[in-house]
Structures are given as structure tokens and as C-alpha cells.
């Protein structure tokens, strides 16, 4: 079976090849320019799409977009310092679900994209972002 | 995005139909217009609605063989469909798989309630061809069964607990049940009914855009249950299915399945049962899982290499 082989090459290749890369998360992503180009337009595309936009509308979105670029900007190993509130309190009382945080999601994978950002380099991002999925969905 | 693949696939899809509808059986027409309802129900926007498709896409696993979600061979922990903790998804499936001597197919019916319970329905048919003659039970005889299918989900988020190494872990169980009790018997098969349980992790790992997931099953089925199950001397045995995915996007994942099976029958050796897959979903609704397979001996007929390809469709 040909593709079988193909297929576990990929995935033994996936683990030691790739890994070896030497380039953080952070430089992967494009560094600060990019990663605030990448909010932004997350945040635009939020706005357009009803499932979430009645979350942000009183938002300054200048500001989140800042406050996004510098949390990931930190979480991905660059030289930056989030200086926003914990995820849990920015989202308290926002009574978000899975789907709203998925739609989110959605709208990030979408910008990435638009970056040429890789797939295997989002789901690094997405690894790290994941996990806030427990403070920031309240039911 | 999604109106434009829309109709791009509107275009493509009275061609695609016919081509697969002459190699699927009549069964496929059940499913046309199971797919062109699932076309036409309007996506629904509203986060909050019953049947709004709240999970990301493709973590809702394909149907497997049995019918639960999982990928071609194995179950996954996964619950299907796209409900979230205040959704549900129903999916439709039709599978067929083009083997040395055989032809097997599986049509059916899933539904994932609250991502947290999953009830499936599978209607499973063998065709002998030509080696139903060899076999002496008549060219083209044909086997089938019936699976009915419950799993639930006990702990853990294969998708968000990216930071911790515990998996999604569901239990499950199959009915399932031999249209063909007379001949199942002569065969060999102590039973014409039978359950399996089951217990399944799966952990998705976004840092290497992997999917795993392996499950243990006390099953006594004959070929997937398709020949009986158990036999005069043998019972229930735990077997396992390993499944390890790759994420090339969120719409391509692609993979290899093992699974061990029983080998009750003393007329016929049965072997595990191997794959690799491509899955591509088109959408939410809509996803497209292509694969070769190796099945081991069958019924004295010796290695069961094929094609697998499933079509499922869901809202
Ligand atoms: C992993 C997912 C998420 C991350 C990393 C994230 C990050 C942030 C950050 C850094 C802030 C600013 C906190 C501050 O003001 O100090 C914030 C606020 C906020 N987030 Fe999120 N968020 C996430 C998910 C969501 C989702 C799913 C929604 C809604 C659909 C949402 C809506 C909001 C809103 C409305 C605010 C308040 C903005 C304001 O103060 O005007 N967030 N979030």
C-alpha cells in the first residue's frame, strides 16, 4: 500500500523534521506588524458576521486590537508584555458559548490565511489559545 | 466563501452524482435526497440556534463503518455532527468499499446530541459476487446487518485542553444484528445477535496539527458482524483500533487506521483490518472521505484489498 506508506513518512517527517526548526512561534507568525494586521482584520471579520458582532459593538476595537497582538505577541515567545486584564475577567458577564468562541476562531484561522501564515503555524497559535476556552466560554 | 464553493459544487454535483451512482447502488438515491435537503436548509446564523453547527469544522470526526463518528475504520471519541454543548447535528452516510472478491457498503444515520451523547443507525450489506458461487450459497449472495449505535462522552475536550495530555474519553456500544440467521449459523456462528462495548480516547494535537485516538472493543463479531458472531468455542475478546490523523487544513485531514478483529470462525481465518484516508470537508455539511483498504482474508478468498470511499452529509 503505497499511499499507507506516504502517509506514515508524513506523519514521521511531521515529528522529527519539523521540529527541528529553530524559528519561534512569534517569527513564524510574522512579528508584531503582521500579528496586528492579523487582529485587525479578525476583528473586522467578527464584526461582519451576526453569530458575534453584538459582542464587540461597544468595544473599542483599536484598543483589543492592541491588547490581542501584544497577548500574542508574549504567549509566542516575542519581546512584548500584555498588560490587559485576565481572560476571564475580560469576558465575564459576556455569557459566551463554544459556538461564539469557535466563531472567533473561524474569523482568526480566516485572517491568518489572507497572511499566508501555514496551517501547521496556526494551529501552533491555536494550541496556545485553546486552553482559554475555559475562562472565557460561560456556558 | 461558503456561497461560492456552494455553487462551484452545484456545478459539479450532477456530474459527480452520476458518475458515483453507477458504481453505488440504488441506496445512493436515498442519500441524493438526503444531500440536496442538507443543501437547501439554510445555514443557520444564530449562535444560540439548536442546529447551528457551533463546532469547528471537521472535529466532528466522518462516520466510521459502524456508523459512529470516528474515521474509516475506527471510532473516535468524538462526538458527531456539529452541535455543540447547546446544539445537535445529524448526519447522513453512505459508504462503499470495492474489495478483491467483494463488495461491502454501509448506509446510515447519526445524531450528536449536546456534543455529549451520540446514537447512530447503520444498515451494512456484503455482496459475494462471484464468490458466493465458489462458496456454494449462490453468485452474489449477500450478508447484512443491522448496527445500532449509542456512545457517550465521559470527560475530557479533545479539541481545548490543548494543555493537558488527558484525551476525550467516550463509552459506547453496538447492537448489532445478522439479517441472514440461517446461513450465519451454518457457518458457524454461535449467535445471530450481539452486542460490543467499547471505551475511546482521541486527543486532537494542535502544536503538530495531529489527531490520535485508539479504542479497546469486547466485540464477538464475525467480519464487523457481517458472518455472525462468536462460534462454538470462542466469545467476546478485546480488540483494538488505532487511528493517527494529519490536519494539512481544516478541511483536509488525512490518516491511517488499524484494527484488530476476532477470529471466532473455524471455516475461515479473519485477519486485522488496515487503512489509509484522505477526508475533505467541503463544509459544515458536507464531507468526502476516500481510502485504501486492506480487510485481511475473507471467507476463504484470500487478501480483501480495495477502494473505500463515503460520502456524508449532515445539518
Ligand atoms: C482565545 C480566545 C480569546 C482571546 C485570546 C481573547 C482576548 C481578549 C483580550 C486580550 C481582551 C482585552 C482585555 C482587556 O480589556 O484588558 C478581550 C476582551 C474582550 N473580548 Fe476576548 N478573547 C477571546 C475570545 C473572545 C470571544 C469568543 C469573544 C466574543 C465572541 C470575545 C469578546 C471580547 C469582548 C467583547 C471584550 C471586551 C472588549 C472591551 O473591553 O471593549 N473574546 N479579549
Known amino acids: ?139 | 466563501m461558503d456561497e461560492l464553493l456552494r455553487s462551484l459544487f452545484e456545478k459539479k454535483y450532477k456530474r459527480l452524482v452520476c458518475i458515483i451512482r453507477s458504481v453505488i447502488s440504488v441506496h445512493f438515491n436515498c442519500l441524493k435526497f438526503v444531500m440536496l435537503g442538507v443543501m437547501s436548509f439554510p445555514t443557520a446564523v444564530n449562535a444560540e440556534g439548536l442546529f447551528s453547527q457551533g463546532k469547528l469544522i471537521a472535529t466532528g470526526g466522518v462516520s466510521q463503518v459502524e456508523g459512529a463518528g470516528g474515521s474509516g475504520l475506527t471510532t473516535w471519541a468524538l462526538i458527531t455532527g456539529y452541535g455543540t454543548n447547546k446544539g445537535m447535528g445529524v448526519n447522513a452516510h453512505h459508504t462503499a468499499v470495492w474489495l478483491s472478491d467483494f463488495t461491502l457498503q454501509s448506509s446510515g444515520l447519526s445524531v450528536g446530541l449536546f456534543d455529549r451523547v451520540e446514537l447512530s443507525f447503520a444498515h451494512q450489506w456484503f455482496d459475494t459476487g462471484e464468490a458466493g458461487a465458489r462458496l456454494g450459497i449462490g453468485e452474489g449472495f449477500t450478508f447484512d446487518q443491522d448496527i445500532i449505535g449509542a456512545k457517550v462522552r465521559l470527560i475530557g475536550a479533545a479539541v481545548y485542553d490543548q494543555d493537558k495530555w488527558l484525551p476525550q474519553i467516550a463509552i459506547g456500544a453496538n447492537y448489532k444484528r445478522s439479517g441472514d440467521k440461517a446461513l450465519v449459523a451454518a457457518l458457524g456462528a454461535a449467535n445471530t445477535d450481539s452486542f460490543d462495548y467499547y471505551v475511546s480516547a482521541t486527543k486532537v494535537i494542535l502544536d503538530q496539527s495531529l489527531i490520535l485516538s485508539a479504542t479497546a472493543r469486547l466485540t464477538e463479531a464475525n467480519q464487523f458482524g457481517l458472518l455472525g458472531y462468536g462460534s462454538a468455542t470462542s466469545t467476546h475478546t478485546l480488540h483494538g483500533e488505532f487511528s493517527a490523523a494529519y490536519m494539512f487544513t481544516p478541511k483536509l485531514v488525512a490518516g491511517i487506521d488499524y484494527r484488530t478483529k476476532p477470529d471466532n470462525l473455524a471455516f475461515a481465518e479473519e485477519q486485522d483490518a488496515k487503512a489509509a484516508y484522505v477526508a475533505y470537508f467541503f463544509n459544515k455539511n458536507l464531507s468526502l472521505t476516500l481510502a485504501g483498504v486492506d480487510l485481511g482474508t475473507i471467507a476463504l478468498q484470500g487478501k480483501q484489498r480495495g477502494f473505500y470511499a463515503s460520502l456524508q452529509a449532515g445539518f
Open chain 1, 1 to 139: 500500500m503505497r499511499i499507507l506508506k506516504v502517509i506514515i513518512s508524513a506523519l514521521i517527517f511531521n515529528f522529527f523534521a519539523l521540529n527541528a526548526n529553530a524559528q519561534s512561534l512569534y517569527e513564524k507568525l510574522g512579528e508584531n506588524p503582521k500579528i496586528h494586521k492579523i487582529m485587525v482584520r479578525t476583528l473586522e471579520l467578527s464584526m461582519e458576521d451576526e453569530r458575534i458582532a453584538f459582542t464587540l459593538e461597544r468595544s473599542d476595537l483599536d484598543r483589543l486590537a492592541q491588547l490581542l497582538t501584544d497577548q500574542t505577541c508574549e504567549l509566542t515567545g516575542g519581546p512584548c508584555k500584555y498588560e490587559g486584564v485576565d481572560m476571564k475577567k475580560a469576558h465575564v458577564g459576556l455569557g459566551l458559548t463554544t459556538g461564539h468562541f469557535n466563531a472567533l476562531v473561524e474569523h482568526l484561522q480566516q485572517a491568518m490565511r489572507e497572511e499566508n501564515i501555514s496551517n501547521r503555524t496556526q494551529n501552533q497559535l491555536l494550541a496556545l489559545f485553546a486552553p482559554m476556552h475555559r475562562d472565557v466560554v460561560e456556558k
